[in-house]
């Protein structure tokens, strides 16, 4: 769930310039450009906005429950963002597909609003890169009006639902 493709070449700068300043700074240097880069624009195409945290779900109790979790209020450090892109980085590696058992049996399930995914279209192309890549079991479901986080989404009954039935075929 939350899948998301972005091209090679930014994943590389991001990691180069996360890298960077980690050796400037420090490998535990929390930095607010970083992480408004990485999250912080993921909200802008919702209105209106209540929190920096909108993106995540169209239930606003579940958004507010989130906002007032003190365990979801940290920032990433610059060894959290490195290791964060070098595992978006070898996903993109053809060699890493390669590696994956043809007969692994993927669900890819995001909402069709959700930002990380580029609105589905992301979802879309990370589904077509793994059946080209020689995946048998690919399936995809992306849900309307959903975002981010689908199992906290208002129709998440529905979501565990087919999670569920997905699963059951499986075994």
């Known amino acids: 769930t939350g899948t998301g493709e972005k091209p090679y070449a930014l994943l590389l700068a ?5 890298s960077f300043t980690g050796k400037i ?9 970083f992480e408004d880069l990485m999250l912080g624009r993921f909200g802008k195409s919702f209105r209106p906005v209540k929190t920096a945290s909108d993106w ?3 239930d606003e109790e579940k958004v507010s429950e989130y906002v007032k979790d003190s365990m979801c209020r940290f920032h990433f450090t610059c060894s959290a963002y490195e290791d964060f892109l070098n595992i978006l980085i070898d996903l993109k590696k ?3 597909r390669k590696k994956c058992p043809s007969d692994l049996s993927v669900l890819l399930a995001s909402g069709c609003d959700d930002p990380v995914g580029d609105k589905g279209k992301g979802v879309e192309r990370v589904y077509r890169q793994m059946k080209k890549y020689g995946g048998k079991d ?5 849900y309307p009006n959903c975002r981010h986080e689908i199992l906290n989404e208002k129709n998440r009954i529905q979501v565990y639902n087919d999670l569920a039935q997905w ?5």
């Open 56 to 58: 995540l779900s169209c």
């Open 167 to 171: 699963i059951l075929k499986r075994i």
């Open 94 to 96: 053809r060699i890493v």
């Open 25 to 33: 700074k420090g490998k535990m240097y929390r930095s607010v450009l």
């Open 138 to 142: 690919i399936s995809m479901i992306l």
């Open 14 to 18: 991001g990691l180069a310039i996360v």
